[in-house]
């Protein structure tokens, strides 16, 4: 049985340019950029001994493409800070890495044009595997410095308890 849309007034899809990360329970400032969730499972490739003339497909492992996210370079910590669990330069023998809670669950949420939350992503035990603390600095550029974590993650779900917001209407002046 189809199943139909709760706001029949919506046939626009959404835009990616709204949207929030959140993790330890706090959004996360300044985040511009998120790359694509995506997800790849291999092709186990078999056949029959009585078939020599064609193959069969069955999946196999699944495996989740790392995350980037990019922002505007602040006093915020966060990034680094996270960054530093994984390998903390100069901390000394035996500290370099924090394995109790190098981990964090995260959430992406994408908005509508009116700012309601429309759709929600959970993503499961990140780890910072790339940290870039600045961007290239140039002294004839004119550019916002960006600051970029890469994290490995091990899988994401929609979070189908996000129900589809109602579009706003506006009262007629007069």
């Known amino acids: 049985m189809a199943q ?3 706001n029949a007034q919506r046939f626009d899809p959404y835009k990616n ?4 990360v959140k993790w330890d329970g706090r959004f996360v400032a300044g985040v511009s950029k998120v790359s694509a ?5 291999e092709v186990v490739k078999h056949r029959e001994g009585g078939d020599p003339s064609s193959s069969r497909k069955s999946p196999g492992r699944t495996e989740y493409e790392a ?13 680094e800070q996270w960054a530093n669990k994984v390998w903390n330069f100069g901390s000394g023998l035996g500290a370099e890495v924090s394995l109790k809670d190098f981990r964090k669950n ?19 035990r990140c ?13 004839n550029a004119n550019a916002v410095l960006i600051q970029h974590i890469k994290l490995e993650n091990e899988g994401w779900e929609r979070d189908y308890e996000v ?12």
């Open 67 to 79: 995350i980037t996210l990019d922002r505007g370079v602040t006093h915020d910590k966060e990034f």
């Open 4 to 6: 139909f849309s709760v």
């Open 106 to 124: 995260l959430i992406l949420e994408l908005y509508n044009e009116a700012g309601q939350l429309a759709i929600a992503y959970k993503i499961f």
């Open 17 to 20: 340019f709204k949207f929030r």
């Open 127 to 139: 780890w910072v595997s790339e940290f870039q603390s600045l961007a290239d600095v140039d002294a």
């Open 37 to 41: 969730l995506k997800r790849t499972t």
């Open 163 to 174: 129900p589809e917001p109602g579009e706003p209407t506006f009262a007629e002046p007069g």
